[in-house]
């Protein structure tokens, strides 16, 4: 699975699971300062941008899956239940790691309109999200957006209150980078990720902060920029004490 989505500022990829974060706060926050300053040579900003590019790809190596021969056959076997459901979900990851898009993205409306058949809030929600992820990555950004917020719809009922952090860091921060009309405020989202990540799991808290600090940095707030970059560095030398 994905890790880490980084294209500029951290888009996490898959609820519950990413890795490299500390590295990739304190690269963001050295090209931040670095970016602000024009006595500094333009090399090592590219230098520390290729680290962030080379971390990015650390996790995007992809292989076919045997796994999708078995899954279809217990997709075939299955009974219009969460179950079927379960292994539709599995099947959109897998058939997109394996070069079918199409594929995938019929997986995943098999998954939403059997789930809502259900009522199966859990499962909708991730079938959201991967669809979503889906657009991000052929950068639809509009629709990827629409699907995220679909996720949330399901997410929050579900009280799976950890993976909506995710979705919500993901549609600041493609609102943020990506939208460049009828914009909403990237900061509103990230607030609310930071209340749930408050609640539910702290480690977030630092890549978080750190679209903050971007956030601010792509509007010329300098200042404020800083001041949550070193918010960020402090918590990972708190964690070192």
């Known amino acids: 699975m994905v890790n880490i989505w980084l294209s500029g500022p951290i888009l996490l990829a898959s609820p519950h699971q990413f890795t490299s974060v500390p590295i990739v706060n304190c690269l963001i926050f050295y090209y931040l300062k670095i970016n602000q300053s024009k006595a500094l040579h333009k090399s090592m900003r590219q230098i520390i941008l290729l680290g ?67 009522g199966y809030d859990f499962g909708l929600a991730d079938a959201w999200f991967k ?9 639809d950004y509009l629709n990827a957006v629409e699907c995220y917020k679909k996720d949330l719809d399901h997410r929050i ?15 600041g921060t493609i609102q943020m980078y990506y939208i460049k009309d009828n914009r909403e405020n990237p900061r509103e989202y990230y607030q609310q990720a930071l209340q749930y990540a408050a609640q539910y799991d702290t480690t977030l808290i630092p890549s978080i902060l750190t679209n903050v600090a971007i956030s601010f940095n792509f509007e010329g707030k300098y200042d404020s920029s800083e001041v949550i970059a070193n918010q960020v560095l402090d918590l990972h030398l708190s964690k070192d004490d």
Do not use: C, H, W
């Open 157 to 171: 009922p579900a009280k799976d209150f950890k993976g909506a952090i995710s979705t919500i860091n993901n549609i």
């Open 131 to 139: 669809k979503g992820l889906m657009y991000q990555r052929s950068e």
């Open 52 to 118: 962030l590019f080379i971390l990015s790809l650390s996790d995007f190596i992809f292989s076919q899956n045997p796994e999708i021969d078995s899954l279809q056959n217990e997709l075939s076997r299955s009974k219009p239940d969460e179950l079927r459901v379960d292994i539709l979900r599995e099947l959109i990851a897998k058939t997109y790691i394996s070069g079918d898009e199409e594929g995938a993205f019929n997986y995943a409306n098999q998954a939403i309109e059997l789930g809502n058949k259900l």
